[in-house]
C-alpha cells in the first residue's frame, strides 16, 4: 500500500510543474475536441463551431498562463559564482 501512495505522490509532484500543467492542458483539450466530434458526428451540431472556437480560445490562454506564471528557479542569492570581489 506503501507504494501506491508513493507513485501517487510521485504523480502530484511531476504535474506541479509547467510541463505537467502543460501536459495536463493538453490532455483536457484533446478529450473536449474529440467529445465534440463525438456530437457533431451524431449530426447534433447546432454550436459546434462556437464551442470549438471558445475551446481552442481557452486552451490558449490557459497555456499562456501556465508558461508566463510558475515556480522560478532559484536564485544564488545575489552572489556571484566566480570572478574577483
Do not use: Y
Not at 447546432?46 to 490558449?60: D, E, H, M, R, W
Not at 544564488?76 to 559564482?81: D, L, P
Request: glycine share 14%; charged share 10%; with cysteine.
Amino acid at each position: 500500500m506503501k507504494w501506491l501512495i508513493d507513485a501517487w505522490s510521485e504523480l502530484a509532484d511531476s504535474l506541479n510543474t509547467r510541463g505537467g500543467t502543460i501536459a495536463l492542458l493538453f490532455v483536457s483539450c484533446v478529450g473536449l475536441f474529440f467529445g465534440l466530434m463525438h456530437v457533431m458526428h451524431h449530426g447534433d451540431s447546432g454550436q459546434a463551431a462556437a464551442v470549438l472556437i471558445s475551446t481552442f480560445s481557452a486552451f490558449t490562454g490557459a497555456l499562456l498562463i501556465a508558461l508566463t506564471t510558475g515556480t522560478k528557479p532559484p536564485s544564488n542569492g545575489g552572489t556571484t559564482t566566480g570572478g574577483t570581489k
